[in-house]
């Protein structure tokens, strides 16, 4: 298991950029998956992203693909997911997830909630038009 806090969450103007982080903690294998996740209430978590640790691969939701880039940084067992040109549509509550079981995942896996065991606690984000 590995514990996962999340950070960078904030409230911005259309058109603006965070970036968030993920900071993991805890055994972690050499190849492992990571995700973000978003929320809104009454809906399902849809996937936004995620990055095949060790691997590099990376994957996108549409909605996202070429506004988002999720990252690693391994001297910071940290994920990070740089958010720009933000819609209102963005606006959710963000979580990081990490996969250590799955060895392969196509690129609709990666982006499945269902697959993931281990989850942050969440981190806002506002978009205001």
């Known amino acids: 298991q590995v514990q996962l806090v999340e950070s960078g969450g904030g409230s911005v103007q259309a058109g603006g950029s965070l970036r968030l982080s993920c900071v993991a903690s805890?055994?972690?294998?050499?190849?492992?998956?990571m995700g973000w996740f978003r929320q809104v209430p009454g809906k399902e978590r849809e996937g936004v992203a995620a990055i095949w640790i060790g691997g590099g691969n990376t994957y996108y939701a549409d909605s996202v693909k070429g506004r988002f880039t999720i990252s690693q940084d391994n001297a910071k067992n940290t994920v990070y997911l740089q958010m720009n040109s933000l819609k209102p549509e963005d606006t959710a509550t963000y979580y990081c997830?990490?996969?250590?079981?799955?060895?392969?995942?196509?690129?609709?896996?990666?982006?499945?909630?269902?697959?993931?065991?281990?989850w942050g606690q969440g981190t806002q984000v506002t978009v205001s038009s």
């Open positions: 805890g055994y972690t294998p050499n190849q492992y998956y």
């Open positions: 997830a990490a996969d250590l079981k799955t060895p392969i995942m196509t690129a609709i896996q990666a982006l499945r909630s269902t697959l993931y065991d281990d």
